[in-house]
């Protein structure tokens, strides 16, 4: 009856770490780098009416990163923009991103806009 219960909980877990592993390599790569980026660039970034420095930006988007991956949700660089680091899941507010004299942007559209140059510059 143990190994049952066992396998049974094993059975439940795997799913839980099979996900990273099933990235494509080049998806992988792209989100590194997005996750990169973030912590190495000099902006602030705002969540729920908050700035935060770059290299807490990217722990959190990391944090939620690692969550939804966990559920299946991403395929794509573009998922993991998407899920991660577009909007809070709690109140559903849209993250900003400021970088120096810049005006501000969504950080969708900031990720997005980098995402698209550094596919540019990989071929």
């Not at 592993?21 to 902006?43: G, M, R, W, Y």
């Not at 990163?65 to 573009?78: F, I, N, S």
């Not at 899941?89 to 698209?116: D, F, H, N, Q």
Request: proline share 3%; with cysteine; aromatic share 10%.
């Amino acid at each position: 009856m143990k190994h049952v219960k066992l396998l049974s909980v094993v059975t439940l877990l795997l799913p839980l770490y099979g996900y990273a592993s099933d990235l494509n390599p080049e998806t992988e790569k792209q989100i590194n780098h997005l996750l990169s980026f973030v912590s190495a660039s000099s902006c602030k970034f705002m969540r729920n009416s908050t700035w935060h420095e770059a290299t807490d930006a990217a722990d959190h988007i990391k944090k939620k990163y690692d969550y939804v991956l966990g559920k299946g949700l991403v395929d794509t660089p573009e998922d993991f923009i998407k899920y991660s680091a577009t909007k809070s899941s709690l109140s559903g507010r849209k993250y900003k991103v400021k970088c120096g004299a810049e005006p501000e942007i969504e950080s969708s559209e900031w990720l997005l806009t980098e995402l698209a140059l550094f596919r540019s510059t990989e071929k």
